[in-house]
């Protein structure tokens, strides 16, 4: 069965500092990768996506990037945190090579505080 | 601009009640509109519907989608307080390479009073 890993769970920052967010996933080849982040009382905000090594597609011209070094590895990050990248941040994967649709699975999230 | 609207933003009820939630959506090559159920964490998948008409349904919840008037909702009947979460709509469409993107709406928080 495949599962996602995202680590850390929590994480307190303070601004100017740079930030480093790891996601794997287990059980499948060549999935879609997915970062979101979900500002408080706010929903999820399509920030990347990648459909393969090295393939990025960003969503909100911002302070952070997105990686993809490795086939079910994702890492978000930034070289200065500002306090408005404060929030809960999601990695999420799909299955492809499938014909059709397929559900969104999802990490566990990391709460960043950015102080 | 892809976007998904849902209604209401809070709904507080009793045990026992049936509540409808609702989502509309506009986005440029729809594929499909998703339910999840996010309680303190990550999002749990509920349902995806593809066609129009066709009811999912999945012991107290069910949901349907509206493809002509772009429109789905999510019903709960007999509300237990475990329903207690946010319930947020997702609409799933591909961009110009062909690649899957998920747009979420703001969600509904759901509050269930025992």
């Known amino acids: 069965s495949q599962t996602i890993h995202q680590w850390p769970a929590t994480l307190v920052q303070p601004v100017g500092s740079p930030l480093s967010l790891e996601c794997t996933v287990e059980g499948t080849s060549n999935p879609n990768l997915y970062w979101y982040r979900q500002a408080a009382g706010r929903g999820l905000q399509l920030l990347f996506y990648s459909v393969g090594i090295g393939q990025i597609s960003s969503e909100v011209p911002q302070n952070l990037s997105a990686s993809r070094p490795q086939d079910r590895q994702f890492i978000l990050s930034s070289k200065k945190l500002l306090l408005s990248d404060s929030g809960f941040y999601l990695c999420a994967w799909r299955k492809t090579g499938f014909v059709g649709n397929s559900p969104l699975h999802f990490g566990n999230g990391t709460r960043l505080t950015v102080t | 601009e892809d976007k998904v609207v849902q209604s209401p933003l809070s709904l507080v009820v009793h045990e026992g009640d049936t509540v409808t939630l609702n989502c509309s959506y506009e986005?440029?090559?729809?594929?499909?509109l998703l339910w999840y159920k996010q309680e303190k964490k990550a999002p749990t998948f509920l349902f995806m519907l593809?066609?129009?008409?066709i009811e999912k349904k999945s012991g107290r919840l069910s949901s349907i989608l509206d493809k002509k008037e772009l429109f789905s909702i999510l019903n709960i009947t007999a509300t237990q307080t475990g329903d207690s979460a946010v319930y947020l709509c997702v609409a799933a469409l591909t961009d110009t390479s062909g690649t899957y993107k998920y747009i979420f709406g703001t969600g509904t928080r759901l509050k269930v009073l025992a």
């Open positions: 986005v440029t090559n729809f594929r499909s």
């Open positions: 593809t066609s129009s008409g």
